[in-house]
């Protein structure tokens, strides 16, 4: 009761400060002193490129490993095949052609790039699965890789191999170097991972060789995580690595873009500030983390957690429904598409949080993406062709004000390509509200069919608003249809 006491207070406050939606948490413009998108094209722009996908993700397994601390976390061969057979049968008919792999599990290779995913023993001394291996897998059954990796990291056994394009450089002088590197946000960080520092010779072809390698394995879908750690070493308020400075990860987003779309790769950028209005980011992805991680899923991750609360560096909102809401202003048709990242359907309370954090990133443009391998009731949530077909023709709605502190915030709306509108109602209360919305609010005049996506049923004509009694946590998407 506490907490809800406290938060109650806290949005109290909010109210007072912050109660209309001038704000804005990142719009400081003397972050690049220069526009670092001169001569750039966003990767949404590309042909085929303006889409979010439906995939599943070992994220849940291996989540469950590291907390039960067993060492190390593995995906074996048998779980891939296992996790395979999961989708195929259960998701493929319905649009989700992808498995995508996760950072948990060793991540290795011989010269600079991963080749091998996974020991296949709880041993580090065990072999590990050949990415190719994964790939032919997915293949047989009409499916595709996206791996978890990211090129501002480097993966070798070998400290002397050269990276490809250049005369004789080798991939181990790309690593930090404290007699020259001065220019470092925290010199005294610890770094977790083998960082490339982008104003070191070779850093740029080795960027190029990274998407090259993926491209020629057959692997066009990236996730790239730990952003911020790299540009300024900070996670909330904590110092986590040495941070290596604005002009370097700006230099290697602008590779990303370059070399994604001369390879023909979608890249999902994870935990960046997003500084500048995201202004690199726009062009460097095709799709962004806009929360804090899911861990365990349950609705305090999707809409309680810090409610209402900004930062102005990762992670910007603690729960995926406030970062949908802020980020909706830079989301959009051939522009980058917003991740609230895994859905662990099975953590939610009732049907009607469980069609809320299915129906939240459909209507926003983002993807669904599985974890976990659901069955049954749990199941069918992922399943509903009708919203699912947002996500097939590319919809991207928006909230009918880009407001956290009022309830404009939970009802969203778009078009489909038919002229059709789709209309989301939604209720993060903790009690059954009424939602509504005039028509003439969203630029609609004259009669509608209204049609409930979740129930499968028409509703009757509609001429002056949409109103419904929404259940504690619940939601309903009406597709509303010009009468004849």
Same mark, same amino acid.
């Given at each position: ?9 806290? +949005? ?38 303006? =889409? ?5 993700? #070992?994220?849940?397994?291996? &989540? ?9 976390? @593995? ?8 996790? @395979? ?14 498995? $995508?792999?996760?950072? +948990? ?23 590990? %699965?050949?990415?190719? *291996? ?12 996206? /791996? =978890? ?46 960082? %490339? ?25 990236? &996730? ?8 300024? !070493? ?15 990860? /700006? ?14 790769? =979608? ?21 962004? &983390? ?6 365990? !899923? *349950?609705?305090?991750? +999707? ?7 900004? &930062? ?23 522009? @980058? ?37 659901? *069955? ?19 919809? $991207? ?24 509108? %789709? ?38 004509? #509609?001429?002056?608003? #949409? ?9 309903? @998407? ?7």
């Amino acid at each position: 009761m506490k907490k809800y006491i406290f938060a109650s207070l806290a +949005f109290a406050a909010l109210l007072t400060s912050c109660n209309s939606n001038e704000w804005d948490v990142t719009s400081d413009l003397s972050v690049d002193k220069t526009d670092p998108t001169v001569g750039l094209t966003p990767l949404a722009e590309s042909e085929g490129m303006d =889409y979010a996908p439906l995939y599943w993700s #070992v994220y849940g397994e291996l &989540r469950a490993q590291e907390k039960a601390g067993t060492f190390p976390n @593995i995906f074996t061969e048998d779980m891939w095949d296992q996790a @395979i057979d999961y989708v195929a049968t259960n998701l493929k008919a319905h649009g989700y052609d992808m498995l $995508v792999t996760d950072g +948990f599990a060793s991540m290795s290779g011989d010269n600079g790039y991963m080749t091998r995913y996974s020991h296949t023993q709880r041993s580090d001394s065990s072999p590990e %699965v050949e990415l190719s *291996t994964i790939v032919s897998k997915l293949a047989a059954k009409g499916l595709k890789l996206g /791996v =978890y990796d990211n090129p501002f990291w480097y993966h070798y056994t070998n400290p002397d191999a050269v990276i490809p394009g250049t005369d004789g450089i080798k991939v181990s002088s790309l690593a930090y170097d404290p007699t020259k590197d001065k220019d470092i946000k925290h010199p005294e960080g610890k770094d977790q991972f083998g960082w %490339v520092m982008t104003d070191h010779p070779g850093a740029e072809q080795f960027f190029e060789g990274f998407f090259k390698h993926y491209s020629d394995l057959g692997v066009k879908f990236i &996730r790239m995580d730990f952003l911020s750690w790299y540009e300024d !070493g900070m996670n909330y308020n904590d110092i986590i690595g040495k941070g290596f400075g604005r002009e370097r990860y /700006v230099k290697g987003m602008q590779w990303v873009n370059k070399y994604a779309q001369k390879y023909g790769i =979608y890249v999902s950028l994870v935990m960046p500030h997003l500084r500048n209005d995201a202004i690199i980011e726009k062009y460097a992805g095709n799709m962004v &983390r806009i929360d804090a991680d899911a861990l365990e !899923g *349950t609705w305090y991750r +999707f809409s309680d957690n810090g409610r209402g609360s900004l &930062r102005g560096g990762w992670p910007n909102s603690e729960n995926a429904f406030d970062g949908f809401i802020n980020w909706s202003k830079i989301s959009g048709h051939k522009k @980058i598409r917003l991740d609230g990242d895994f859905i662990r359907i099975g953590s939610y309370a009732d049907d009607n949080e469980k069609m809320s954090v299915i129906s939240l990133p459909l209507l926003a443009g983002g993807p669904i993406s599985v974890t976990d391998m659901p *069955t049954g009731a749990d199941l069918k949530f992922f399943q509903n062709d009708e919203m699912l077909a947002l996500n097939k023709e590319g919809f $991207v709605g928006k909230p009918l004000e880009r407001n956290l502190w009022n309830t404009d915030g939970e009802i969203w709306y778009g078009q489909m390509k038919d002229g059709s509108w %789709v209309i989301g109602l939604f209720n993060r209360d903790q009690a059954a509200a009424t939602r509504s919305v005039e028509l003439s609010k969203i630029g609609l005049t004259g009669t509608w069919i209204a049609h409930d996506m979740w129930k499968h049923v028409d509703e009757g004509p #509609v001429t002056d608003k #949409v109103e419904a009694l929404i259940p504690m946590h619940g939601c309903k @998407i009406i597709k509303l249809t010009k009468a004849n």
